[in-house]
């Protein structure tokens, strides 16, 4: 399983922007995807996570009403919309993915055994 990052890029903040992650295998086999980021200096940080059928989200605390995670299984695509964007959204976001039923584990970045390379996301103020 492999995972393809896009669409970073320098953003104003209040302004948006769509990441997409490409899964190059059967969807079925991942079942829960993910998006973590990792800021420079601090830890890897749980952004959101979709179910395979797409209709559960959980989302981290500093990015709820503002990120929606989505699924695209016939086109084997996982997206994140990010609106309203902050300074404090910069960092390397990863996308992830795990052939495990999504549960409470799924905020957690080491129960991920698929990760892709990351997109820089830079928000100037």
């Known amino acids: 399983v492999q995972l393809q990052a896009s669409g970073g890029g320098l953003v104003q903040a209040g302004g948006s922007l769509r990441l997409s992650c490409a899964i190059s295998a059967r969807t079925s086999s991942v079942q829960t995807t993910a998006w973590f980021r990792q800021a420079p200096g601090k830890e890897r940080e749980f952004v959101a996570a979709v179910n395979w059928g797409g209709g559960v989200q959980y989302y981290g605390d500093s990015v709820k009403g503002r990120f929606t995670i989505s699924r695209d299984n016939g086109e084997n695509m996982v997206y994140l919309e990010m609106n309203s964007l902050k300074p404090e959204d910069t960092a390397v976001y990863y996308c992830?993915?795990?052939?495990?039923?999504?549960?409470?584990?799924?905020?957690?970045?080491?129960?991920?055994?698929?990760w892709g390379q990351g997109t820089l996301v830079t928000v100037s103020s």
């Open positions: 992830a993915g795990d052939k495990s039923v999504m549960g409470s584990w799924s905020t957690r970045s080491n129960e991920y055994d698929y």
